[in-house]
């Protein structure tokens, strides 16, 4: 019995066939691509192949600082590095009124400076003029003589406390800026910080420290 034509199968294209096989094909190998591109940077993750986004390390004797990036004032590359000083900057509300003012800090070992309390009674008292500023509350300024160094600088302490606030600054080189002071002061893990910043911060000296630690302590100078 003849079958009718409308009953019997289509010839299947084979050149169909092969070209779906392709497609699928593909799709499983990008498919395995990203797995892996996905496996690889979790690896990357967990083992710590690059430095954490942000932060920089440097180490400094036995102690590793982990500083975000924007602090920088030098070029950033994440690697702990071993280094004679870190430099960078902050911004805090110690300008009048609270306004914010940057006060620069240089991280180095103790060993390579004198905190400004010693240099107090080892250097300035003998480099003291007779006369006496008036100036922040709290704080006595006596400017220095004008050699070795010294000329247009005043000295600036708390004559009361066992470990005073100290800071030595230079009078403004042009009209309507602010006089630069630098004061040096012994931090944890023997590291020393050396801060610079406008003479318009000295009537917030009592808060200086208040506002600096947590941002030391947050990088591990403290």
């Known amino acids: 019995m003849a079958t009718p034509a409308s009953l019997v199968p289509a010839p299947r294209d084979g050149h169909s066939i092969g070209f779906n096989l392709g497609v699928i094909a593909l799709a499983v190998a990008l498919g395995g691509l990203g797995l892996a591109y996905l496996i690889d940077g979790a690896e990357r993750s967990r083992h710590g192949a690059g430095p954490v ?86 704080l006595v300024g006596k400017p220095m003589v004008a050699s070795e160094g010294y000329a247009n600088e005043t000295v600036w302490y708390d004559p009361i406390a066992p470990q005073p606030f100290v800071a030595k600054c230079a009078a403004p080189i042009a009209d309507g800026q602010a006089g630069k002071c630098l004061r040096t002061v012994y931090l944890g893990s023997g590291i020393a910080a050396i801060y610079s910043f406008g003479d318009d911060v000295l009537p917030n000296w009592k808060r200086f420290d208040a506002q600096m630690h947590p941002l030391l302590d947050q990088i591990g100078a403290l």
């Open 53 to 138: 986004r942000g932060l920089v390390a440097r180490t400094l004797g036995s102690t590793t600082l982990e500083l975000p990036a924007e602090w920088m004032t030098e070029p950033a590359d994440g690697s702990a590095g071993f280094s004679k000083q870190v430099d960078f900057s902050v911004t805090l509300p110690l300008g009048p009124d609270e306004a914010l003012r940057t006060v620069d800090v240089t991280l180095t070992q103790r060993s390579r400076v004198r905190p400004s309390a010693s240099l107090l009674d080892g250097v300035y008292l003998h480099q003291f003029l007779p006369e006496q500023l008036s100036g922040p509350v709290g």
